[in-house]
């Protein structure tokens, strides 16, 4: 299994219009027929780091799961651009965001 992986750094007070747009629109942003899973994680905590709860910022990730590294590249090349275009159209142009290809071992 392959996990094309976007994660984003959020300001806390756009926080639930994140998710919202990540459970919503963004979902039908990254349908494929190639899609396997999708899903919408946050950081919960950080070991050690009493005072996470309370930054300014919140990491989220959207992970998109595909049977192959190939179906990811083809996803990223025909999807990527309008996924996201679908977060400008919400959250305005610019995201702090890496994307990353992750294989499940």
Not at 66 to 76: M, T, V
Request: with cysteine; glycine share 2%; charged share 25%.
């Amino acid at each position: 299994m392959y996990i094309f992986n976007i994660t984003y750094v959020i300001p806390s007070k756009k926080k639930d219009s994140f998710i919202e747009w990540a459970k919503g629109e963004a979902r039908l942003a990254a349908a494929s027929p190639k899609l396997k899973d999708y899903k919408v994680i946050t950081v919960a905590a950080i070991p050690g780091d009493k005072d996470f709860a309370k930054q300014d910022e919140k990491n989220f990730s959207v992970q998109m799961h595909f049977d192959s590294i190939s179906d990811c590249r083809e996803w990223n090349e025909n999807k990527f651009p309008s996924f996201m275009d679908s977060y400008a159209s919400w959250h305005g142009p610019n995201p702090l965001f890496f994307a990353t290809i992750l294989k499940e071992l």
